[in-house]
């Protein structure tokens, strides 16, 4: 379900009873980087809540695909934040690629149904400008043995 066109992103997020989190700089890469054609790469981001990885574990085994869902969510909301900074404004966020990464156990194969969490979060709080393409993949591990990880391309609007 889209928000509708009249909400602001920042109203769907306060109806869904979300906030963007602050975004930490790290001194070893930087959390988005701007290409030349106006494209903006975020960096892959876990699903931390406030500086603490709720979780840990692969998918199907110690991590539940629900409990992964709600990471997935966390770690959409989080790379969301860095967008917004990005592009200056949630407003002005126009998502154009989600990669997710599942940490699963041999043969799962759930990955689009983990996914799926980000993309409605993303369609939820951006309406159309949150519609993108994606790819889920399935992964034998993550850093800090996460469940998931999400990246982005977007660009701001106009």
Do not use: W
């Not at 154009?96 to 409605?120: E, K, T, W, Y």
């Amino acid at each position: 379900m889209t928000a509708p066109t009249t909400e602001t992103p920042e109203h769907a997020l306060e109806r869904l009873g979300l906030a963007l989190p602050p975004v930490d700089d790290d001194p070893h890469y930087t959390n988005a980087r701007a290409a030349a054609d106006g494209q903006i790469f975020i960096s892959g981001q876990l699903p931390y809540r406030d500086g603490v990885l709720p979780m840990s574990g692969r998918v199907g085994a110690e991590v539940s695909v629900d409990d992964a869902r709600d990471l997935m969510l966390q770690a959409t909301l989080n790379g969301l934040a860095i967008a917004a900074q990005a592009t200056g404004g949630l407003d002005r966020v126009r998502m154009i690629q989600m990669l997710a990464f599942v940490n699963g156990v041999d043969g799962f194969a759930q990955q689009s149904r983990v996914a799926d969490a980000g993309s409605n979060l993303l369609t939820d709080v951006l309406g159309d400008d949150g519609r993108h393409a994606r790819t889920a993949i399935g992964v034998a591990s993550l850093p800090r043995n996460s469940a998931v990880e999400v990246q982005f391309i977007c660009e701001a609007k106009r």
